[in-house]
């Protein structure tokens, strides 16, 4: 079945970088776009950023949020069947639960999610 597993969350200081994994199995990864989802306490999950599939007429396309352009970075290794999440000059705002999905833009591929990556953001 189709599974995600994200990892490489913790806590850093403000200005701080971290690099999150997102792990797919049980689909063909490369036919899929990507996109990393951020989820603060008390608040709804919201898209951070996408990379589209790898085959299709725009193989690659990003796509990310205001609040992190220039400072995150998606990319995909789909021999690895990985997608990576760069997160520099990181910002107290950044902080929440951090999950990865099958999806651009604002569609989301039917299935479940994973249990996702907690960065925090704090001095």
């Known amino acids: 079945q189709v599974q995600l597993v994200e990892s490489g969350g913790g806590q850093v200081q403000p200005g701080g970088s971290l690099t999150l994994s997102c792990v797919g199995s049980?689909?063909?990864?490369?036919?899929?776009?990507v996109s990393w989802y951020r989820q603060a306490p008390g608040e709804e999950r919201v898209l951070v950023a996408g990379?589209?599939?790898?085959?299709?007429?725009?193989?690659?396309?990003?796509n990310y949020s205001d609040s992190v352009v220039g400072r995150f970075t998606i990319s995909r290794d789909d021999a690895l069947a990985t997608a990576y999440l760069q997160m520099n000059s990181l910002k107290p705002e950044d902080t929440g639960v951090y999950y990865c999905?099958?999806?651009?833009?604002?569609?989301?591929?039917?299935?479940?999610w994973g249990q996702g990556t907690q960065v925090t953001v704090s001095s």
């Open positions: 049980g689909f063909t990864f490369r036919s899929f776009p």
């Open positions: 999905n099958r999806g651009f833009g604002t569609y989301v591929w039917p299935g479940p």
């Open positions: 990379i589209g599939s790898t085959i299709g007429t725009t193989p690659g396309r990003l």
